[in-house]
C-alpha cells in the first residue's frame, strides 16, 4: 500500500464511521484533538480501517500511542 492508497482507505474508514460522506482529511490531522472523533468514533473508526486494511492494530491506548494523527496512520499502513 502506498501513501495515496493509505490516506483513501483513513477517508473511506472516516466516512463509515462517522455515516458522513463529505468528511475527508488529510497529512498533518490529529482526528482527536481536531474533534473530528470522540472515544466511540475513534473505536469504530479504528475497526473500520483494520477490516478495510486487514491491518492489525496494537491493543494498547492507541491515543497515547499517535494512532489518530493520520500521519502516524499512513505510516503504520504503508509499513509492510
Do not use: C, H, W
Not at 475527508?24 to 481536531?34: A, K, P
Not at 494498547?60 to 500521519?71: A, H
Amino acid at each position: 500500500m502506498n501513501k495515496q492508497e493509505a490516506l483513501d482507505a483513513i477517508n473511506i474508514s472516516l466516512r463509515k464511521a462517522l455515516g458522513d460522506e463529505s468528511v475527508t482529511v488529510g497529512q498533518g490531522v490529529d482526528l482527536i484533538e481536531q474533534e473530528i472523533l470522540d472515544s466511540l468514533d475513534g473505536m469504530v473508526f479504528i475497526l473500520e480501517l483494520s477490516g478495510y486494511t486487514t491491518k492489525k492494530f496494537p491493543e494498547t491506548d492507541l491515543v497515547d500511542l499517535g494512532f489518530y494523527g493520520v500521519d502516524k496512520l499512513v505510516e503504520f499502513l504503508t509499513t509492510p
